[in-house]
């Protein structure tokens, strides 16, 4: 039987080999894995956990031995990155109780914002999680320059990542809600040294536990954790600890550790303290003195939560009693409090402790014989959520535009946040209390093929819209006219077949768009011989829309009461006068209301209904630029059915001047 220290040695000589040596020997792997299944209860998985060794060769899954924890390499949760080994002089053997995550590392010397996904298993909206970041610079990179980063959790500040040396491990734990099915842990570069990650893992908590009277709107970042009267121990427990804490032992002069073998029931509270932190306590030398802490904060308005873990571990007499209250800065917290013997209680503060000095005593009551203990602590800042994930539709589209085109790999994380750290081609507009809404993309000369996806039709927000200069194919889609805010749309340079909608030609003439598409785009068939770019792309559209749009304000319903009331009044077969009218292309637009209501389709183009300034509806159509009839005709009908003189004579000028116009323009 292999013995605990040589897989363990084994296990450490194998992650420090380099990628080559390490592949080569990758068939001991699972034999390796095999035995220790054998050898170690722990080494079983733990539900839920995402335990990922950043650097590590791709595929390269191995069990931490000293703590039973699988870990798998990150290639499955990032895109970007270069995977790094840390310096031999900080390395095993070298260092031997280097942990075996902390050997390699990732960097990021490209991107200002660099993210790792997590998917955990069954996640979803509002679980909560415990994750934890470990970081060994170990002059990776020869340069033995102490880089400074900051470290998001989404789209909100967790930490400001410093090293006090080379061999320095900087480690940070957070607790929070997650905001969507998936956690984006993010390095956010700032221009003080290259970020990187040795370690990064996820826990699941039970979400009745740390709580807070900011509830979801507050994530809680660790300050200290400790194990009062630390006997022995690794401060890390996988085996016992379901949420897999790391806990630091804490001792002083002036108490007594005090302890049990027995087994402590945790069953009825939720933060489930492992046995060998819970079995063990600290009370005063002195029984009437009380149990202090105390800590410094660097801000005065820090926000702290106290978590504090009881269980009586002696058996007492008849005649013994244990029993004291909690106070923080000399205001009563919490008490009196008896704690049941091998029963745990997590007691916590409901309101946040606010200021930079702060101090925890237990001190018994007068009526009690024995003096207070305290089994474990854990004391966590409190970190509001200042900034919104991006509204979920923009997200979700942008994300299937990704998917869909598989481009920008600096795509990552939140589209819109942290703030100033939107993806590379977004704009977005951000409110206080509203989520982030991206209103701008431009994808120019990113090599996009395919036709346009119809996930930027749910981007409702957008203002501006630039795919140009890219290889897209298939029609203009018509769903770029219900985007109500679109200020500017620029498909030049791809093979787009069809026309653009009428809507936005409509809205290009009017002032509200400027459009810029190819000339195949904006012309009928064989009308369009000149190949050349526009000097102004809007006019074309515009004049095409303008010259060929003829409203015909009568509606036949309209003409036999007309007629009718012809005959009564002037006399049986005898017309009403016509009343001489022109109608300018902005009083069409408003009897029309931006030909909003279609109530017909003709071989000519589309009818749209329309409402006079004295309530009499009309009919209005337009003439389709993909009309197989011509403009003849067209005037043809329409003197037909007006049966004015006046505006034949006005439509075959306007018909002559379309004519002049696009030669011009040609």
Known sequence: MFSKTYLHNFSISLIHLDRERK??????????????????????????????????????????????????????YIDTGINKNISSKYAY???????LPLSDLRSFPYGN???????PTGGRKGSLYLIRASFLYGNYDGEDKLPEFDLYLDVNLWSVVKFRNASNVVTTEIISAAVSDTVSVCLVNKGLGTPFISALELRPLNSSVYSTEFGSTASLVLFKRL???????????????????????YNSASWDMVSTSSAINSNENGYKAPLQVICTAAMPHNASDPLELSWTSDEDTSKFYVYMYFAEVQQLEKNQTRKFNISWNGSLMFGPLAPRYLYAATISNSEAFIGKEHRISIYRTRDATLPPILNAIEIYMAKQLEELPTFSEDADAVLDIKRTYQVNKSWVGDPCGPKNYSWEGLKCNYSVSLPPRIISVNLTSRGLSGMISASFGNLSSMESLDLSKNHLTGPVPEFLK??????????????????VPTELVVRARAGLLNLRVDEQNRCGSGSCKNKKKIVVPVVASVLSALVL???????????RKRKSEADSSNGEGRPLPSKKRKFTYAEVLNITKNFQDVIGKGGFGTVYRGDMKDGTQVAVKILSPSSTQGSKEFKTEACNYSRIAFFCGWLSNLIKLTSTARKEIQ
């Open 23 to 76: 592949m080569s020997l990758g068939f001991l792997v699972p034999l390796l894995l095999s035995l220790a299944a054998l050898v170690f209860v722990h080494g079983q998985l733990q539900t839920g956990y995402i335990s990922i060794d950043c650097g590590s060769p791709e595929n390269f899954n191995y069990i931490d031995y000293d703590t039973g924890i699988s870990y798998a390499s990150d290639g499955a």
């Open 227 to 249: 194990d009062i009267g630390y006997v022995n121990g690794t401060g890390r427990y996988s085996s016992d600890d379901i949420y897999d804490r790391i806990w630091s032992p």
């Open 93 to 99: 053997p070298n260092n031997p109780n280097l942990a």
């Open 113 to 119: 914002k660099n993210c790792y996904t997590l998917a």
């Open 549 to 559: 749009s003829v409203a015909l304000i009568m509606l036949y319903r309209l003409r």
């Open 482 to 499: 219900e985007l109500k805010f679109l200020k500017f749309l620029n498909l030049e340079g791809n093979r787009l077949s069809g026309y």
